[in-house]
């Protein structure tokens, strides 16, 4: 009967206002004021506190409050008969694809050295290359990932793809599986991780994965932190083999102080903002999925917790 939100990082007065306004009779709740645990159906949550969803004894769904669902299958007290769902969502998809391209173009144009070199009245032409030149390629083939690659191919990008299962996208060509990495690693000269975080996953972006990828590519991580081992793309950008980096998600978030990546003038930090999900777009998924779970009918946007994602 009601609908608890768990979520401790953000003002959640937009969630509960855009809940509200799509049922305004919904029993909403956010987390700690909880009231009756037996009266909580549905939950909501961002990185919640470990163990505590094994605590709601008539629990039918679990929503996360964005695209990954990481935050959830890590917790090892996760009730494991209950459904999961996330969020999927053209506005998410359409962010996170602006952010790339232009984090894509910031590197191939140097807006951000011409932004430094004017502070210092420096004039030096610095040689580009325009997107025919160059091969895109995008770690994770799913809602954002195919997104990224459809608007990429239309720029004029030429674009791969790596996921598990095939795919047919026009003007991408679709790598899947281990057997298939190297070979989409291998003309690549822009890497972009858009995959889930999950066992298979985790640490992926590694020096043996740069070593296959073209001289002087540049790697792009919105996924998440743990994909990436911080030391090895240190040392391949330090060996000059790698061009530069930007990332937007860390293994500790926010990025401590004392990390090395603050400081490396060939790394560009955003604070895990490159799509960020917008409550009023996303609300009737959530609604509809509430009422689903009421009437134990099939949820939206299910997430397989044997794949991981
Ligand atoms: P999806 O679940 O739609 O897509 C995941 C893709 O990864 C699928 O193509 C899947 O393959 C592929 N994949 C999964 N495991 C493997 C593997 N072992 N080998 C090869 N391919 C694999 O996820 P989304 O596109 O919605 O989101 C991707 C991630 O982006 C999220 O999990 C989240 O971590 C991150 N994210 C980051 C944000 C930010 O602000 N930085 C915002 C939103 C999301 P297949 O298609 O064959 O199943
Ligand atoms: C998400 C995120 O997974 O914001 O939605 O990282």
Same mark, same amino acid.
């Given at each position: 009967m009601a609908l608890l939100i768990i979520c401790n990082?953000?003002?959640l007065s937009p969630w509960t206002s855009a809940l509200r306004n799509i049922d305004p009779k919904i029993e909403l709740r956010v987390y700690p004021e909880e009231g009756n645990l037996e009266e909580i159906e549905f939950v909501l949550c961002w990185?919640? $506190?470990? #163990?505590?969803?094994?605590?709601? $004894?008539?629990?039918?769904a679990i929503s996360s409050? #964005?695209? #990954?669902v990481d935050h959830l299958l890590s917790? $090892?007290?996760? $009730?494991?008969?209950i459904p999961i769902v996330r969020i999927v969502d053209p506005e998410l998809a359409h962010a996170m694809s602006e952010f790339v391209i232009g984090l894509i173009f910031n590197h191939l144009r140097a807006f951000t050295q011409y932004h430094e070199n004017q502070k210092q009245k420096i004039w030096d032409v610095n040689n580009f290359q325009i997107a025919p030149n160059v091969h895109v390629g995008i770690m994770g083939m799913g809602v954002l990932g195919q997104d990224l690659a459809i608007k990429l191919a239309a720029i004029g990008f030429k674009v791969v793809g790596w996921a598990q299962s095939p795919k047919e996208i026009k003007n991408v060509k679709v790598y899947t599986g281990s057997d298939e990495f190297d070979e989409f690693l291998s003309e690549t000269n822009i890497l972009v991780c858009l995959l889930p975080l999950t066992e298979k996953t985790k640490n992926i972006l590694n020096k043996e994965t740069f070593s296959?990828?073209?001289?002087q590519a540049y790697i792009i991580n919105?996924?998440? #932190?743990?994909?990436?081992?911080d030391e090895d793309l240190i040392e391949m950008i330090d060996g000059n083999r790698l061009s530069g980096a930007s990332l937007d998600v860390f293994r500790i978030e926010p990025l401590p102080e004392n990390h090395p990546f603050w400081a490396h003038s060939k790394i560009n930090i955003t604070p895990h903002i490159a799509s960020l999900t917008n409550p009023i777009s996303v609300a009737p998924q959530i609604i509809e999925n509430y009422k689903r779970a009421m009437a134990g009918q099939p949820l939206l946007n299910l997430v397989s917790t044997k794949l991981g994602y």
């Open positions: 990082d953000r003002d990185k919640h $506190p470990r #163990g505590i969803l094994k605590h709601y $004894p008539n629990l039918k409050l #964005g695209a #990954g917790d $090892p007290d996760l $009730p494991l008969n296959k990828i073209q001289d919105v996924a998440r #932190g743990n994909h990436l081992v």
